[in-house]
């Protein structure tokens, strides 16, 4: 859904959803904003289709702030790019932790006509914010979380060894 602004042109857009952004809708503008509000705490990913060749497209995730203007969600933090093909022939998408009833907007250009696809998977928070609060680890089992950009912040765990051993400990991730 298209929404009009004074001098913003704003698209709403589920958590599972897509949206088409026109050139021609957005001719004189460089930047159309496009907004959602997760109902749920986790992770959205963006990725955009494009039917005329390779592309790119510049996003930056911005923030409400109090006063209702979008603000950028991280200071010195800089653009994402997604694109239709990467160097491995499948796409590029940009990942981002998002809260609960926060209202967010991603930036994006408009000086081509693509359709961007959102995809959430709701991620609770695990892991202790302070030392004396880590939370067990298990063996063999995951532990999911999220991590916010621009924020400094840290997740402990703890894990028992009865005896002397090896301990692998694995880490994945995607994000921006």
Known sequence: MKLEAADKTYYK???????????????????????????????ITFSI????????????????????????AASGYDEDYI????????????TYAVKKGVKY??????DASYFLNSEFHKV???????????????????????LYIGKKQSRWYKYKVPKTKTVAIQFKGWGN
């Open 49 to 72: 289709s494009y039917y005329d060749g390779d592309m790119i497209v510049p996003v930056k995730l911005m923030k409400q702030n109090s006063s209702g203007e979008y603000v950028s």
């Open 83 to 94: 694109s239709n093909k990467n160097e491995n022939g499948g796409e590029s998408t940009a």
């Open 124 to 146: 609770g928070e695990s892991g202790g914010k302070k030392k004396s609060s880590a939370k067990q680890l298990k063996k063999g089992k995951a532990q999911y979380g999220l």
């Open 13 to 43: 857009i589920g958590m599972n959803d897509g949206v088409w952004i026109s050139e021609n809708e957005n001719y004189y503008e460089d930047y159309a904003y496009v907004r959602f509000c997760p109902k749920k705490t986790g992770a």
């Open 105 to 110: 907007a991603l930036r994006v250009e408009t």
